[in-house]
T-cell receptor, first 109, second 114 residues
């Protein structure tokens, strides 16, 4: 089935700094979704990317889908303590979503 | 609150036992998905039901089974439990079967097998 690899697995960020997490696939993806899971919580949908080269922004979050539709990235600017959690990318294939292992973000105040 | 409910919130049982986890999707959602989240395996897709019919299976063990009832709620049955089955089990729902729709996750059931 579809497999997506996420890097880094952990990201320790100083408050106010920027960081990027990456999602890579060996095969072309039809779409990519991003979810955020706060500590002790459940995954919450953030966004879906469908088109090659697509870029979407949500306040301080910028999501990008690669031109070849094999990779995606999430860039967060001016990190805040509210950004703490695990960010998952997920690729759909045959009625199922395959989640990456996630990037767990901690923030130093 | 996503609108997806799961019961029970916590479940502690012994090896060899059988348990049933229950999920009620958001009002109007026809698709239900089950996931297992453990520390070393991440979020693993188990099974997808749409309007009562099985649509897709992931790496679901033969000891596990699920169904979706006419009122659209779903149950995940885990039998002959092993220590390694200890995990968080999430249910998610979406409006339709297409995976171009976002999934809404429930709060999860934490299963501990002793």
């Amino acid at each position: 089935g579809q497999q997506v690899m996420q890097i880094p697995q952990y990201q320790h960020v100083q408050e106010g700094e920027d960081f990027t997490t990456y999602c890579n696939s060996s095969t072309t993806l039809s779409n990519i979704q991003w979810y955020k899971q706060r500590p002790g919580g459940h995954p919450v949908f953030l966004i879906q990317l469908v088109k090659s080269g697509e870029v979407k922004k949500q306040k301080r979050l910028t999501f990008q889908f690669g031109e070849a539709k094999k990779n995606s990235s999430l860039h967060i600017t001016a990190t805040q303590t509210t950004d703490v959690g695990t960010y998952f990318c997920a690729a759909s294939n045959d009625y199922k979503l395959s989640f990456g292992a996630g990037t767990t973000v901690t923030v130093r105040a | 609150d996503s609108g997806v409910t799961q019961t029970p919130k916590h479940l502690i049982t012994a090896t060899g036992q059988r348990v049933t986890l229950r999920c009620s999707p958001r009002s109007g959602d026809l698709s239900v998905y089950w996931y297992q989240q453990s520390l070393d395996q991440g979020l693993q897709f188990l099974i997808h039901y749409y309007n009562g019919e099985e649509r897709a299976k992931g790496n679901i063990l033969e000891r596990f089974s699920a169904q979706q009832f006419p009122d659209l709620h779903s149950e995940l049955n885990l039998s002959s439990l092993e220590l390694g089955d200890s995990a968080l089990y999430f249910c998610a729902s979406s409006v339709v079967s297409s995976l171009h729709n976002e999934q809404f996750f429930g709060p999860g059931t934490r299963l501990t097998v002793l």
